[in-house]
C-alpha cells in the first residue's frame, strides 16, 4: 500500500483530458482508437457539466491524478450503472489504488440510487489481472462473447450487486 494520502475528487476539468491519455496510454492495455473515446467522455463532462451522462472519480496522489473512473446510468434502467472506463496509471499499479477507487466509485453510485453495476473487459490473456480484479471486488462473470472485438478476442461481461 501506499505511506500517502489519497484523495478522490468528482468534479473534471481541462487538464483531466490529457491526464486521462496519460493514464490510458500508460497501462499498454487499450487500442488506439478507444483512447479518442475516452477523451470525449471527459470532454462531454467538462463541456456539459453535471448535465453530461458521464460521471468521474479521480484518484489523486500527493496532488497528482494517477486514476480514474468513469460511470453512468443505464437509460431504461432503474438504478443500473455502466462503469465505462477504470484505469490507473502503470507507474502506480499494484499500490491498492483500483481497489480504493472502485470502492468509492461503489459508494457514489449507491448514492445516485445505483443497485447493479455492469463492466465489460476482453478475452485476451492479458486482460487476465483486469477479470481477477473484478473477481476480487465482488463482480460475477456473467456472460461472455466470443470473438466479439476481433476473431480471438471475447468480450466478458461482470455484475456487481451494490
Not at 478507444?34 to 496522489?61: C, K, M, N, T, W
Request: hydrophobic letters at 35%; glycine letters at 8%; a negative charge.
Amino acid at each position: 500500500m501506499m505511506n500517502t494520502r489519497l484523495t478522490f475528487r468528482s468534479e473534471a476539468t481541462p487538464a483531466d483530458i490529457e491526464t486521462v491519455r496519460e493514464i490510458i496510454v500508460s497501462t499498454g492495455f487499450f487500442y488506439d482508437f478507444e483512447i479518442p473515446v475516452a477523451l470525449e467522455l471527459v470532454e462531454d463532462r467538462v463541456e456539459r457539466g453535471v448535465q453530461s451522462d458521464y460521471h468521474f472519480l479521480f484518484a489523486e496522489l500527493d496532488g497528482k491524478t494517477v486514476s480514474y473512473t468513469c460511470f453512468g446510468s443505464i437509460d431504461g434502467t432503474e438504478g443500473s450503472f455502466d462503469l465505462y472506463w477504470i484505469a490507473t496509471h502503470n507507474d502506480y499499479r499494484g499500490r491498492g489504488i483500483g481497489n480504493l477507487i472502485i470502492e468509492e466509485t461503489h459508494r457514489i453510485i449507491r448514492e445516485m440510487g445505483g443497485r447493479i453495476v455492469i463492466a465489460e473487459t476482453s478475452s485476451l490473456e492479458k486482460y487476465t489481472p483486469t477479470r481477477h480484479f473484478y473477481d476480487r471486488v465482488g463482480y460475477s462473470n456473467v456472460a461472455h462473447i466470443d470473438d466479439f472485438y476481433k476473431e480471438g478476442d471475447g468480450k466478458v461481461f461482470f455484475v456487481k450487486k451494490l
